[in-house]
Protein backbone atom coordinates (compact mmCIF):
# COMPACT_ATOMS: atom_id res chain seq x y z
CA UNK A 1 0.00 0.00 0.00
CA UNK A 2 1.40 2.86 -0.98
CA UNK A 3 1.43 6.05 1.50
CA UNK A 4 2.91 9.69 1.14
CA UNK A 5 3.43 11.86 3.90
CA UNK A 6 4.06 15.39 4.05
CA UNK A 7 5.64 17.21 7.22
CA UNK A 8 7.31 20.70 7.67
CA UNK A 9 4.96 23.55 6.92
CA UNK A 10 4.36 26.07 9.29
CA UNK A 11 3.53 30.17 9.90
CA UNK A 12 6.44 32.10 8.22
CA UNK A 13 7.31 35.74 7.74
CA UNK A 14 7.48 36.82 3.84
CA UNK A 15 11.14 36.52 2.54
CA UNK A 16 11.31 33.61 5.21
CA UNK A 17 11.83 29.93 4.89
CA UNK A 18 10.78 26.61 4.99
CA UNK A 19 11.63 22.89 4.25
CA UNK A 20 8.97 20.35 3.13
CA UNK A 21 9.16 16.74 3.19
CA UNK A 22 6.95 14.32 1.81
CA UNK A 23 7.88 10.57 3.16
CA UNK A 24 6.61 7.58 1.00
CA UNK A 25 6.18 4.01 1.87
CA UNK A 26 5.15 0.93 -0.46
CA UNK A 27 7.18 2.17 -3.48
CA UNK A 28 10.05 1.44 -5.41
CA UNK A 29 10.53 5.31 -4.88
CA UNK A 30 13.35 5.98 -7.08
CA UNK A 31 11.42 4.88 -10.14
CA UNK A 32 8.47 6.92 -10.05
CA UNK A 33 8.12 10.77 -10.42
CA UNK A 34 7.15 12.63 -7.37
CA UNK A 35 4.86 16.05 -7.69
CA UNK A 36 4.26 18.62 -5.03
CA UNK A 37 1.17 20.33 -5.93
CA UNK A 38 -0.45 23.40 -3.99
CA UNK A 39 -3.95 24.78 -2.95
CA UNK A 40 -5.11 27.98 -1.19
CA UNK A 41 -8.14 28.41 -0.50
CA UNK A 42 -10.95 29.00 -3.01
CA UNK A 43 -8.92 28.16 -5.64
CA UNK A 44 -8.03 24.83 -7.40
CA UNK A 45 -4.85 22.47 -6.79
CA UNK A 46 -1.86 23.64 -9.14
CA UNK A 47 1.69 22.03 -9.51
CA UNK A 48 4.65 23.32 -8.21
CA UNK A 49 7.81 21.13 -8.79
CA UNK A 50 7.98 17.96 -10.04
CA UNK A 51 10.58 15.65 -9.47
CA UNK A 52 11.64 12.72 -11.97
CA UNK A 53 13.01 9.27 -11.06
CA UNK A 54 15.93 10.05 -12.07
CA UNK A 55 16.21 13.42 -9.75
CA UNK A 56 15.19 16.05 -12.95
CA UNK A 57 13.20 18.67 -12.13
CA UNK A 58 10.63 20.98 -12.95
CA UNK A 59 8.81 24.03 -11.44
CA UNK A 60 5.92 26.41 -11.95
CA UNK A 61 6.83 29.85 -13.22
CA UNK A 62 5.63 31.37 -10.12
CA UNK A 63 8.60 29.85 -8.11
CA UNK A 64 11.00 29.16 -10.03
CA UNK A 65 14.14 30.47 -8.56
CA UNK A 66 12.63 29.96 -4.93
CA UNK A 67 11.70 26.86 -4.45
CA UNK A 68 14.06 23.56 -4.95
CA UNK A 69 13.27 20.06 -5.27
CA UNK A 70 15.44 17.38 -3.70
CA UNK A 71 15.15 13.91 -3.20
CA UNK A 72 17.08 11.42 -1.19
CA UNK A 73 16.17 7.86 -2.38
CA UNK A 74 17.80 6.23 0.63
CA UNK A 75 15.60 7.71 2.90
CA UNK A 76 12.50 7.30 0.21
CA UNK A 77 11.79 11.04 0.98
CA UNK A 78 11.27 13.85 -1.45
CA UNK A 79 11.85 17.64 -0.05
CA UNK A 80 10.52 21.14 -1.22
CA UNK A 81 12.47 24.15 0.08
CA UNK A 82 10.79 27.13 -0.03
CA UNK A 83 12.57 30.55 0.03
CA UNK A 84 11.44 34.16 -0.30
CA UNK A 85 8.42 33.16 0.72
CA UNK A 86 5.56 35.42 -0.82
CA UNK A 87 1.58 35.78 1.04
CA UNK A 88 0.46 34.36 -2.01
CA UNK A 89 2.57 31.43 -1.48
CA UNK A 90 0.25 30.39 1.37
CA UNK A 91 -1.71 27.21 0.77
CA UNK A 92 -1.76 23.29 1.67
CA UNK A 93 1.18 21.74 -0.20
CA UNK A 94 0.48 18.35 -1.20
CA UNK A 95 2.83 15.55 -2.60
CA UNK A 96 1.68 12.80 -5.28
CA UNK A 97 2.72 9.96 -7.37
CA UNK A 98 1.32 8.29 -9.91
CA UNK A 99 1.79 4.33 -10.58
CA UNK A 100 0.29 3.06 -13.79
CA UNK A 101 -3.16 4.78 -13.06
CA UNK A 102 -3.61 4.79 -9.72
CA UNK A 103 -3.06 8.89 -8.34
CA UNK A 104 -1.67 8.83 -4.64
CA UNK A 105 -2.09 11.92 -2.84
CA UNK A 106 -0.80 12.54 0.50
CA UNK A 107 -2.58 14.90 3.39
CA UNK A 108 -1.24 18.10 3.13
CA UNK A 109 0.60 20.19 5.15
CA UNK A 110 -0.19 23.29 5.59
CA UNK A 111 2.15 26.78 4.78
CA UNK A 112 0.85 30.12 5.98
CA UNK A 113 3.16 33.01 4.75
CA UNK A 114 2.05 36.28 6.76
CA UNK A 115 3.83 39.32 9.22
Known amino acids: QVQLAEAGGGLVQPWGTLRLSCAAS????????MVWYRQAPGNQRDMVATISGGGRTNYADSVEGRFTNSKDNAKNTVYLQLNSLKPEDTAVYYC?????????WGQGTKVTVAS
Open 96 to 104: YTKIFSTIY
Open 26 to 33: GLIFSSYP
